[in-house]
């Protein structure tokens, strides 16, 4: 090695070291960026006031949820809808089915999975926060059709009495009968008592 060589060997193993520097902060960087944005949407639901965490449908959940759609046809709605799970089982029952759902990661991999079980021709998936939907039980009650049935899972509506109830705990379903709409006669959906405290 030549005596100039030996001299710039210190300063090329500084620009390797400089260059290894950069990208190993780059990484780092990259890495905290794709965190945030995988983990926001996770999280944010939990910050606010009336929190419904992704705690997705156990399979006894979802057979419940089937149950109750027995003997019925028409469009079927998934307020919160997580990965989709209840709406393509819905779909692969024949329902044209559609998800709403606040994190945009779930409604992707949805899409996803209902493309991947063959049923995306009956499914829809949008990204949509039910807390802007305002008045959810009135919105229901004015805007569905007549006999539509209102399915709720792990929560059920504050202010309705349930028509039907199947499955125990966790897995708990209520189901709820739309029996008037609009140009219907017949009678509202019925409203719980107050309790007393
Ligand atoms: C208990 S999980 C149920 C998921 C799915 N329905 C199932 O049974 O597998 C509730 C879902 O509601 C979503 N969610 C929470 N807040 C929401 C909001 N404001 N608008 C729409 N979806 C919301 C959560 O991201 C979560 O995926």
Not at 162 to 174: F, L, R, S
Request: net charge neutral; charged share 25%.
């Amino acid at each position: 090695m030549s005596e100039a060589g030996a001299r710039e060997s210190p300063q090329r193993d500084g620009e390797g070291r400089n260059r290894w520097g950069l990208l190993v902060t780059a990484a780092v960087g990259s890495s905290l960026v794709a965190l945030y944005a995988v983990a926001t949407p996770f999280v944010a639901p939990a910050l606010r006031k009336v929190c419904l965490p992704f705690v997705p449908a156990t399979a006894a959940q979802i057979q419940n949820v089937l149950k109750m759609l027995e003997n019925r046809s028409g469009p079927l709605v998934d307020i919160g809808s997580g990965d989709g799970r209840i709406v393509i089982a819905a779909a692969k029952m024949g329902f044209k089915a559609v998800g709403y759902e606040l994190n945009p990661w779930l409604v992707w991999y949805s899409r996803y999975r209902a493309w991947r079980d063959g049923v995306h021709q009956n499914t829809r998936f949008y990204i949509s926060d039910l807390w802007k939907m305002p008045q959810l039980e009135k919105k229901l009650e004015e805007e569905l059709e007549c006999n539509a049935r209102i399915i709720a899972c792990r929560f059920p509506f504050p202010c309705w009495v349930p028509d039907h109830t199947v499955g125990e705990g966790i897995d708990t379903v209520w189901a709820y009968d739309l029996k008037h709409s609009r140009g219907c006669e017949t009678k509202s959906l019925e409203i719980a008592p107050e309790i007393e405290s």
